[in-house]
């Protein structure tokens, strides 16, 4: 089983399994069992929805009508989860984290005996419709276990693997929709077979532990290889078994394998689906990839998730990950990144210490052509904003911004195929959007005059705080906030993260 974390003072990151996750919110109060029967056509739906919107706990499904197994959702669905996920504490070290553990991959290592491969079904008995029969949206195009099922492949020149996470649609009783677009890793891999006239090897695998959920979502460069993201995360080698009917690797813990081909020229309608912006995808024409065979553990439970915009699995796991990734990328390229915040695609705001006129415009042009989530809006802010608070980053928009000097537009930019701006024509495409939110110090200075001053009164502060500040419980930088044994200490021991409020108490 994993071992816990180092003494860095963050939690847990090396977890065995779901299984071990899933546990972990056990302990937390944070997982819902409903096992009384439901019906997939909407209650799962409904159900989930209501449980993302209110960030409410992971819910496990045990009876589902028409289907054999048991299912999870909204497992990392909520904030507190995904960084639980990580043994991150809060939003505002999570990328510098992120890039610390990340400075070196970690291969895998391959084992020969995995939980994952315990059970196998072969030919007619492979009934996907057994396995995951759910809707998971009012006007989707059928059924679509493939919402947090991982798809990996292997580029046919360089041997790397690539674990992206594609919606698929059951076609048939062994044949899914395959919706990767064209600029993602793996359906660039099955283009490459295509090319070459051949059927591409493929897995999916779903009901793995949280590091390789959060890695398979990332938008990385071309050429990496996410499960060794997964080991820098996790600080510890991921366990990898071959697969059976080829010679791809998945992770050995994994609740279900799915093998099979994708084959070149094979095209089928999927879809609709409602995604991850919070609105419905067209239907496409897609490959289809054909399951041959299944593998699975004893007592399986399958992973699912209902896609919209944030709160949602997708819009964490994908958002935060690519973030992370993106951040790491701008603050090789541009100097005085301090910090970045993203959703899910189409916002960036970047926290930097501006060093010199245009600073902000480079890391816009940074965002926009060396990242590879494909953002669209790019707000650029100072070092005194707290990009983790809207209401800070608004301040700047709404006081240091002078629209025909610092909002920046730059048409046909390389865009989401998801992107429900732009028509069916245009998909691809986007427009650039950056807003210069820093104070315009260089503008000030050419004239002779002095940038107007912050009312902050920092010095006051500092001051106050050493004087009053253990007797200030509700201050959260006061001592008592942070953790001494003071005479105002707050109440309950977990303040404002714990969503409890300190009761209120006389200091003279």
């Given at each position: 089983?994993a071992?816990?974390?180092?003494?860095?003072?963050m939690?847990?990151?090396?977890?065995?399994?779901?299984?071990?996750?899933?546990?972990?919110?056990?302990?937390k109060k944070?997982?819902m069992?409903?096992?009384e029967?439901?019906?997939p056509?909407w209650e799962?739906?409904?159900?989930?929805?209501?449980?993302?919107?209110e960030?409410g706990?992971a819910?496990?499904?045990h009876?589902i009508?028409?289907?054999?197994?048991?299912?999870?959702?909204?497992l990392?669905?909520?904030?507190?989860?995904?960084l639980w996920?990580?043994g991150?504490?809060k939003?505002?070290?999570?990328?510098?984290?992120?890039?610390?553990?990340?400075?070196?991959?970690?291969?895998?290592?391959v084992?020969?005996?995995?939980?994952?491969?315990?059970?196998?079904?072969?030919g007619?008995?492979?009934?996907?419709h057994r396995?995951?029969?759910?809707?998971?949206h009012q006007?989707?195009?059928?059924?679509?276990p493939?919402?947090?099922?991982v798809?990996?492949t292997k580029d046919?020149?360089?041997?790397?693997?690539?674990?992206g996470?594609?919606r698929m649609?059951?076609?048939?009783?062994n044949?899914?929709?395959?919706?990767?677009?064209?600029?993602?890793?793996?359906?660039?891999?099955?283009?490459?077979?295509?090319?070459?006239?051949k059927?591409m090897?493929?897995?999916v695998?779903?009901?793995?532990?949280?590091?390789?959920?959060?890695?398979?979502s990332?938008?990385t460069?071309?050429?990496v290889?996410e499960?060794?993201?997964?080991?820098a995360?996790?600080?510890?080698?991921?366990?990898?078994?071959?697969?059976?009917?080829?010679?791809?690797?998945?992770?050995?813990?994994?609740?279900?394998?799915?093998?099979?081909?994708?084959?070149?020229?094979v095209?089928?309608?999927?879809?609709?689906?409602?995604?991850?912006t919070?609105?419905?995808?067209?239907?496409?024409?897609?490959?289809?990839?054909?399951?041959q065979?299944?593998?699975?553990r004893?007592?399986?439970?399958?992973l699912g998730?209902?896609?919209q915009w944030?709160?949602s699995d997708?819009?964490?796991?994908?958002g935060?990950?690519?973030q992370?990734?993106?951040?790491?990328?701008?603050?090789e390229?541009?100097?005085?990144v301090?910090?970045?915040?993203?959703?899910?695609?189409?916002?960036?705001i970047?926290k930097i210490?501006?060093?010199?006129?245009g600073?902000?415009?480079?890391?816009?042009?940074?965002?926009?052509?060396?990242?590879?989530?494909?953002?669209?809006?790019?707000?650029?802010?100072?070092?005194?904003?707290?990009?983790?608070?809207?209401?800070s980053?608004?301040?700047?928009l709404?006081t240091?911004v002078r629209?025909?000097?610092?909002?920046?537009?730059l048409?046909r930019?390389?865009g989401q195929?998801?992107?429900?701006?732009?028509?069916?024509?245009?998909?691809?495409w986007?427009?650039?959007?950056?807003i210069?939110?820093?104070?315009?110090?260089?503008e000030?200075?050419?004239w002779?005059?002095?940038?107007?001053r912050?009312?902050?009164?920092?010095?006051i502060?500092e001051k106050?705080l050493?004087k009053?500040?253990a007797k200030?419980?509700?201050?959260?930088?006061?001592?008592?906030?942070?953790g001494t044994k003071?005479?105002?200490?707050?109440?309950?021991g977990?303040?404002?993260r714990?969503?409890?409020?300190a009761?209120?108490?006389?200091?003279m």
């Amino acid at each position: 089983m994993a071992e816990s974390s180092k003494g860095d003072g963050m939690g847990k990151r090396k977890w065995y399994d779901m299984r071990e996750f899933l546990a972990f919110l056990e302990s937390k109060k944070d997982v819902m069992h409903i096992r009384e029967q439901v019906d997939p056509g909407w209650e799962i739906n409904g159900i989930t929805r209501l449980g993302l919107q209110e960030h409410g706990p992971a819910i496990v499904f045990h009876r589902i009508k028409g289907a054999d197994y048991p299912m999870v959702t909204n497992l990392l669905g909520t904030d507190r989860r995904y960084l639980w996920a990580l043994g991150i504490d809060k939003w505002s070290d999570f990328n510098e984290e992120w890039v610390r553990r990340t400075e070196k991959t970690v291969p895998w290592r391959v084992v020969k005996d995995a939980p994952c491969q315990e059970v196998r079904i072969d030919g007619k008995k492979i009934d996907l419709h057994r396995i995951c029969n759910t809707v998971w949206h009012q006007h989707d195009g059928g059924e679509f276990p493939g919402t947090l099922s991982v798809s990996v492949t292997k580029d046919p020149e360089s041997g790397v693997l690539n674990a992206g996470i594609y919606r698929m649609h059951t076609l048939g009783r062994n044949t899914l929709g395959w919706g990767a677009p064209e600029y993602t890793h793996g359906r660039q891999h099955y283009m490459k077979y295509e090319r070459l006239g051949k059927p591409m090897p493929m897995a999916v695998i779903t009901g793995y532990d949280p590091t390789v959920f959060i890695c398979a979502s990332t938008r990385t460069p071309p050429d990496v290889d996410e499960f060794q993201i997964a080991g820098a995360l996790r600080e510890e080698p991921l366990d990898m078994v071959k697969c059976q009917l080829s010679d791809i690797v998945v992770p050995a813990t994994s609740e279900w394998v799915f093998e099979g081909v994708v084959r070149p020229g094979v095209r089928k309608i999927e879809g609709g689906f409602g995604e991850y912006t919070g609105y419905y995808g067209e239907a496409r024409s897609n490959p289809v990839f054909e399951v041959q065979r299944i593998t699975h553990r004893r007592n399986p439970i399958f992973l699912g998730a209902r896609e919209q915009w944030y709160p949602s699995d997708s819009a964490l796991s994908v958002g935060k990950s690519s973030q992370a990734v993106a951040f790491k990328t701008l603050r090789e390229l541009v100097p005085g990144v301090l910090d970045m915040r993203c959703d899910v695609t189409y916002e960036a705001i970047v926290k930097i210490d501006k060093l010199f006129p245009g600073h902000p415009q480079q890391v816009m042009d940074a965002v926009w052509g060396a990242t590879y989530a494909r953002y669209k809006h790019v707000i650029v802010v100072d070092k005194d904003i707290d990009i983790w608070n809207y209401d800070s980053v608004h301040w700047a928009l709404s006081t240091r911004v002078r629209a025909d000097r610092d909002v920046n537009i730059l048409p046909r930019r390389a865009g989401q195929w998801l992107d429900p701006a732009v028509a069916l024509r245009e998909k691809g495409w986007q427009t650039g959007f950056g807003i210069d939110a820093t104070m315009p110090d260089d503008e000030y200075r050419f004239w002779g005059e002095k940038p107007p001053r912050t009312v902050d009164d920092p010095q006051i502060v500092e001051k106050v705080l050493k004087k009053w500040g253990a007797k200030l419980h509700w201050v959260k930088s006061a001592p008592a906030a942070r953790g001494t044994k003071a005479e105002g200490k707050r109440a309950g021991g977990q303040g404002v993260r714990a969503g409890r409020t300190a009761q209120s108490r006389g200091v003279m």
